[in-house]
Every structure is written in C-alpha cells, then in structure tokens.
C-alpha cells in the first residue's frame, strides 16, 4: 500500500476491503488446490511495510522449522 499518509481515510479504508477480498481469494484458491492433503499449510498476509522480502519469508520459513523441527518446510510464491 503507498504511504497512508499521502491518502484519505476512505481511500485507505477501500484499499483495505479490496486487499481483503484478494486475501480471501487467495486463501479459497490455495484451499481448493490442497483438498484432501494434510491440513497443515498456512495462508499468511503480511501488514508491515516490506523492505525486503526475501528476509520476510526466510523468517516466516524459520518460525515454521522451529516449530516443526523433524519437518520439511517449503515456501511457494506465485501468481
């Protein structure tokens, strides 16, 4: 999202509902394609300005491992 400063309050408002939308998009889509697969993959949406995103999804992969440490953890990002 650009810098919420610089936009009105009902701008930042309709930028969120169609950021959610997406997100609840997303998330059926992704849940549809893994049906009857083991149900421990996550949908996460990041809300923090993002410098570097490489680094956001290292970290998301290292609080997976660590939580599942006998566990294979993989990341997939597409379009």
Do not use: C, Y
Not at 26 to 52: K, P
Request: aromatic content about 2%; charged content about 30%.
């Amino acid at each position: 999202m650009p810098s919420v400063d610089m936009l009105s309050p009902e701008a930042v408002a309709g930028m969120r509902a169609t950021l959610d939308e997406i997100a609840r998009d997303l998330h059926a889509q992704a849940s549809e394609q893994l049906r009857g697969r083991e149900e421990r993959w996550r949908f996460e949406r990041g809300q923090d300005i993002i410098t570097n995103v490489t680094d956001v999804l290292i970290g998301a992969a290292a609080k997976i491992r660590d939580a599942h440490p006998d566990d294979n953890v993989a990341i997939a990002v597409g379009s």
